[in-house]
């Protein structure tokens, strides 16, 4: 272990968290192993795959090609932050369930974090919209057409919660 370590404040899901990492602590792993929030895969570890995506100040980066250090003083969203509230589901998550859009569930948090992305920036999204938003995330299982037809179900008005998509 390094003897060298840097302290950083990252306010994840709408809570400051501050820890000290050694400089190459990667921001998945400070998800995941520092904060305990599991709910980012790791997958390919080279930003490939997309199960580790995460919101980074409202947009979609890969944490695993990250540091923990470069997100300092910025604002971290993780699939545990996309629920309104503890045991509930956002618009998105639910309309994952229904529509059948996973299955193994590997790519699951990667794939919730693009659609909600896509949500934020634009209501409306059509079908090449929603498969240009999702194209770097990678999925065996599905085929993708089940998580393009969750999103157009949240697009359609028939999941709308108070906490937004």
Same mark, same amino acid.
């Given at each position: 272990?390094?003897?060298?370590?840097?302290?950083?404040?990252?306010?994840?899901?709408?809570?400051?968290?501050?820890?000290?990492?050694?400089?190459?602590?990667?921001?998945?792993?400070?998800?995941?192993?520092? $904060?305990?929030?599991?709910?980012?895969?790791?997958?390919?570890?080279?930003?490939?795959?997309?199960?580790?995506?995460?919101?980074?100040?409202?947009?979609?980066?890969?944490?695993?090609?990250?540091?923990?250090?470069?997100?300092?003083?910025?604002?971290?969203?993780?699939?545990?932050? $996309?629920?309104?509230? *503890?045991?509930? $589901?956002?618009?998105?998550?639910?309309?994952?369930?229904?529509?059948?859009?996973?299955?193994?569930?590997?790519?699951?948090?990667?794939? $919730?974090?693009?659609?909600?992305?896509?949500?934020?920036?634009?209501?409306?999204?059509?079908?090449?919209?929603? *498969?240009?938003?999702?194209?770097?995330?990678?999925?065996?299982?599905?085929?993708?057409?089940?998580?393009?037809?969750?999103?157009?179900?949240?697009?359609?008005?028939?999941?709308?919660?108070?906490?937004?998509?």
């Amino acid at each position: 272990m390094s003897t060298y370590t840097q302290q950083v404040q990252i306010n994840v899901n709408g809570a400051l968290r501050t820890a000290i990492v050694e400089p190459r602590t990667t921001l998945v792993d400070f998800l995941r192993e520092h $904060l305990g929030l599991t709910g980012t895969h790791v997958g390919c570890e080279h930003g490939i795959c997309g199960a580790c995506t995460i919101l980074l100040n409202g947009d979609p980066v890969r944490s695993c090609c990250m540091l923990a250090v470069q997100a300092d003083g910025m604002a971290v969203t993780t699939v545990e932050g $996309l629920s309104p509230e *503890r045991g509930k $589901l956002s618009a998105i998550q639910d309309a994952f369930c229904e529509k059948h859009a996973l299955q193994c569930g590997y790519c699951t948090p990667g794939m $919730l974090m693009a659609c909600h992305a896509l949500l934020q920036r634009n209501r409306q999204p059509d079908e090449a919209a929603i *498969r240009e938003a999702i194209s770097g995330n990678l999925c065996r299982c599905t085929g993708y057409q089940q998580i393009v037809d969750a999103v157009k179900h949240v697009v359609s008005g028939e999941k709308k919660h108070e906490a937004g998509v």
